[in-house]
């Protein structure tokens, strides 16, 4: 399985600022998924996001909010953008096509 | 996007007990999987059972899947407080996971 790190692993942002997580795998991978945990929620798929092409959003999330970046098959990250108290959550990265494996998480409190 | 349900939403057992937990989907699926979260941290990959296996063990853990009922179980044998989580069941279609809504499991001593 693949080893996957995340950071920041939490912060405190203020509202209409932006955070950006990173996310490292150590060998390289094709699909990079990333979801969110709202508080007491389950996971939520915001988009998949593949090297060397536009990530694909799905229903509900937006590129303006959730801008996403895949420079090379070992690393993505996700903006999160003009941010407010709604966003706060667990923000996971995810690999695989078939077994998915999860990082660690960025726990994201917007005040 | 939400798969389904998860039964029940919270278990209480006692340590040497065995604990199951419901998934039901919607949808197709390729495979399904079963996580668990401690205390809102990642989540560790438990087990895997793809659409045309029925059932599968992985040490104290065995998992059954009904594709004609849309449903799947999971039953942690002989439990631990170590075990104190939360489990979700996901289901793979074209390479996304859809989540359940979980089941907390507390283990007491």
């Known amino acids: 399985s693949a080893v996957i790190s995340q950071k920041p692993s939490r912060d405190i942002c203020q509202r209409g600022t932006s955070l950006t997580i990173q996310c490292q795998v150590d060998?390289?991978?094709?699909?990079m998924f990333w979801y969110r945990q709202q508080p007491g929620q389950s996971l939520t798929l915001i988009a998949t996001?593949?090297?060397?092409?536009?990530?694909?959003?799905e229903s509900g999330f937006v590129i303006d909010k959730f801008p996403i970046s895949r420079p090379n098959l070992t690393f993505s990250t996700l903006t999160v953008s003009n941010m407010s108290p709604e966003d706060s959550s667990i923000y996971l990265c995810?690999?695989?096509?078939?077994?998915?494996?999860f990082g660690p998480g960025t726990r994201l409190t917007v005040l | 996007s939400q798969q389904g349900e998860e039964d029940p939403q919270a278990l209480s057992i006692q340590e040497g007990e065995n604990a199951t937990m419901n998934c039901s989907y919607k949808?197709?699926?390729?495979?399904l999987q079963w996580y668990r979260q401690n205390s809102g941290r990642g989540l560790v990959h438990l087990i895997l059972?793809?659409?045309?296996?029925r059932e599968k063990h992985s040490g104290r853990l065995r998992v059954t899947l009904d594709t004609s009922k849309k449903s799947s179980s999971l039953l942690i044998t002989a439990s631990r407080a170590a075990d104190t989580a939360s489990y979700f069941c996901?289901?793979?279609?074209?390479?996304?996971?859809?989540f359940g809504a979980g089941t907390t499991v507390t283990v007491r001593a």
């Open positions: 995810s690999v695989g096509v078939d077994t998915q494996y």
């Open positions: 060998s390289q991978v094709t699909m």
């Open positions: 996001a593949n090297q060397g092409s536009e990530a694909t959003y």
């Open positions: 949808t197709s699926i390729n495979n």
């Open positions: 059972i793809r659409s045309n296996e």
């Open positions: 996901a289901t793979l279609w074209d390479y996304k996971l859809s």
